[in-house]
């Protein structure tokens, strides 16, 4: 199993932006194989829909830091670990500066960028940016195909509903050939068929301190998406899945040890990282963190 986690982004970490690559370079000398970020932008005070499908939205949300910001720092800051986004909410962003931004960590990294997009939840955060969201699922799928454009193609050109990219020089492509890998995330019924026919890999949630970890939470959707991707005339098995371990607060850490170890036992999850916003105080309990779950897990 490859072990991640949170880079110090959302919550009480976040008041410690200047730690960040500090907290990325141990991490990776500690073993760590991933590092992440997520996308939030509001904690309305009175929100349309709260966080997980309840009525409210968790205090760590209202310190957020930019997550392109946050990756190129810890991309720079490292020389192993994996940099990872679940989720970027792609319909908040016009293509081709989503695309100028990844491009340039991923080099930054030397290609070790891991992109996972999404479409988000939050009517309010849409308002906020302008985009109606109920266009968030043909939007997503818009970036998604210019993306492909821009990293696979020279000189770049695109049409489609919401994004026009005129015929253009782009001369920088990412470092990892042809594109980095893009991860998908969601289990409504569209995004799991998003995935079968046009992701690398899908983006799970397993959430310790609300029950223990159930296998079937993954292989149930894993199998749906991998059914679907051979109906589509892909290789199911070319559909990687990586597990988010998104502990509640005060989670024991034999809690999130034993989804870590049950997703690695029970489902083909190899590849996992831990959410440290609702854990961790300050960024050296972060490491501390870090620390004891790879001890543990080893």
Known sequence: MRIGFTIPQMGSLARQADEAGRFAKEAEALGADSLWVGDRLLAPVEPTVGY?????????????????????????????????????????YAP???????????????????????????????EAVGVPMKERGARLDEALDALEAWWTTDPVEFEGKYTRIPATHVGLKPARRPRPPVYLAGFAPAAMRRVARRADGWLPVAKPGSGPFAPESVN??????????????????????????????????????????GAGRETDVDHCFVELMNIAHDVDHALELVRSLLDGAR
Do not use: H, K
């Open 52 to 92: 997980g499908g309840g009525d409210t939205i968790p205090d760590a949300f209202r310190t957020v830091l930019d997550p392109f910001a946050m990756m190129t720092v810890a991309a720079a800051a490292t020389e192993r670990a994996e940099i990872g986004s679940n989720v970027l909410q792609a319909p908040w």
């Open 96 to 126: 081709a500066l989503l695309a100028r931004s990844l491009t340039t960590i991923d080099l930054i990294s030397g290609g070790r960028l891991l992109p996972g997009f999404g479409t988000g939840w939050s009517p309010e955060e849409y």
């Open 220 to 261: 149930v959707p894993l199998a749906e998406i991998r059914r679907l991707a051979a109906e589509a005339g892909r290789d199911p098995s070319e559909v990687g899945v990586i597990l988010r371990v998104n502990p509640a607060p005060d989670t024991p850490l034999d809690e999130i040890l034993e989804a870590i170890s």
